[in-house]
């Protein structure tokens, strides 16, 4: 029985405790005696001059550069070629590089380590983000901790929180089985004080077990995807639930749509606050008081390019991104995968000179709707672990029955594909699901050519009557 399974047949008490424990080797990764330097220095450097903020990207920048084309063998090898070929370009220069897609990293991370780096004494990250494709990441200790600090400041002091509150979030993670039919559907984490709540479980059912957790664990600002804290704050509504007030809800991983805001503020009684970021940290914003979203500087180097070209300011195209922090594992002019705009000018109300992005597309995903009242989108976590795929796509063809579209990798078996669909029955928690996988040579993009990561080929009816709990699960048995 491997340690996930055994963790599921944990009572509810022992849960929280490994969660607990989890988060304290987290913290020990993530925090140290330096972060409240690290995060007062943040907030110093806030009113900075354009020139101030310039010269503090390209020194870090040129150290960047300089250890990625020496020391880091994907880059060494690719400087090496283009020598070969008589390319003269000066990689000190960063318009230079090429741009570098998320194939490149997964093909074979490692070859984007430093020579000098053991990863063995690193933080490993595997992720698949929004693209269903697997991709390794490695951190150093100071990595984490200048993020994180830097994070504490924008992503917290500024809405008037800190890592010592309580808060709940919720995110991708199965923390209880997707089978469990009674609270709590949630662990407590002791050591960031965290509730972490099941995205699994958000039905009209079940959502006043997850407010009555709040009021019972003292929360005082929630972190999540807008889509599901949408869900949550109009069963509030529903239920004229006044006792619920957070101090802040802070939105991640999905554009937040105004008609989304205007619900969550009225059903949680406090401002929404969207963010921007990724898990290979390079790049971030935060928004202010004054509903401007901010880039973090410190995090990375952002352009805007259409077709491989910067666009002028306001004009919107695709951010190519470089991380400053991670010099161990550098990634360079990094395609995320996300598009957007910086605004033209550069004042805001709140006096901070952080660059202003205007807008902010992607990312987002369809809900998929079971039978039984359940609305999930983060199904990525069924892809991300050792499977050898390339790519990988969810598709909802009807109530009860869902595709598996995926790309294998070279090393892809049979008993890949039966892992897979054993982890997305155990998502779907429903055995009155049928879920197929189908092998092909590529997934469809959008007409915008963007990946989905979910596909809900459901009616607008069929939806809403499902989030209007008119659909149960005996109806399909």
Known sequence: MDLLRLYYRLPAPARSWAATMRGYYLRSWRYSSETERIANEAIAREHWTVDQWRDYQQQNLGK????????????????????????????ENLQNWPILDKEDVRRNPRAFLADDCNEKRMFRVRTSGTTGKPIDLWFSRGTHTNFYGVAEARGRYWYGVSRRDRWAIQGAHLVVPSSATRPPFWVWNGAFKQLYLSAFHLTQQWIPAFLDALIKYKIVYLHGYP?????????????????????????????????????????????????W???????????????????????????????????????????????????????IRYRVGDRGAFAKENSC??????????????????????PDGKMINRLEPVFVSELPLVEAQVIQDSLTRIRILYVPGPDFAKEHEQLMLARMRERMGNPD?????????????????????????????????????EIRHSSFR
């Open 64 to 91: 960047l550069l300089r250890r990625a084309a020496l020391q880091v063998p994907f880059y060494r090898e690719q400087w090496a070629e283009r020598r070969r070929r008589g390319d003269q370009a000066d990689w």
């Open 277 to 331: 970021g990724m898990s290979e940290i390079v790049g971030s914003a935060g928004e202010c008081e004054h509903g401007r979203l901010h880039l973090w500087p410190e995090v990375g180097v952002v352009e805007v390019m259409e077709s491989g070209q910067s666009v002028p300011e306001n004009a919107t195209g695709e951010f190519i991104c470089t991380g400053l922090m991670n010099h161990d594992m550098p990634l």
């Open 433 to 469: 699901m049928e879920i197929v996988a189908e092998a092909t040579d590529a997934i469809p993009r959008t007409k915008a050519g963007k990946f989905q990561t979910n596909v809900c080929n459901l009616s607008p009816q069929e939806r809403a009557m499902v989030e209007r709990g």
């Open 227 to 275: 889509q599901y804290l949408y869900i949550i704050a109009n069963e509030i509504l529903r239920l004229k639930r006044r006792d619920i007030k957070m101090k802040v809800v802070i939105a991640n991983a999905e554009p937040l749509f105004d008609y989304q805001r205007e619900v969550i503020e009225a059903a949680f009684g406090c401002p929404v606050r969207e963010t």
């Open 349 to 370: 109300p709140c006096g901070r000179t952080l660059p202003i992005l205007k807008a902010l597309e992607g990312r987002v995903t369809d809900m998929i709707y079971l």
